[in-house]
């Protein structure tokens, strides 16, 4: 299933729709490497001092960004 995921940075909250997801039990469990990609992007909104709320998809994410945010042993999912 696809979830829409927010995470607050200083400024701001990003709001990253189209991520993947499992329900588990009463929690739902998003991929490492997507949780890592979104918490770079994140911190680079906040370094760039980003004021507001960001919507972006995760496939635009793992395109534009997800060498710069995410070591080289991570998979996309």
Sequence with gaps: ML???ERPF???TLVVT??????CDCDELIL???NALMAGYAKFLAK???IGKVTVFLEELK???FQDFLPGNVIPS
Excluded: E
């Design 3 to 5: 979830i829409t995921n």
């Design 10 to 12: 200083q400024g701001g």
């Design 18 to 23: 189209g991520v993947p997801a499992q329900k």
């Design 32 to 34: 490492l490497g997507d």
């Design 48 to 50: 760039q001092n980003i």
């Design 63 to 65: 395109q534009k960004f």
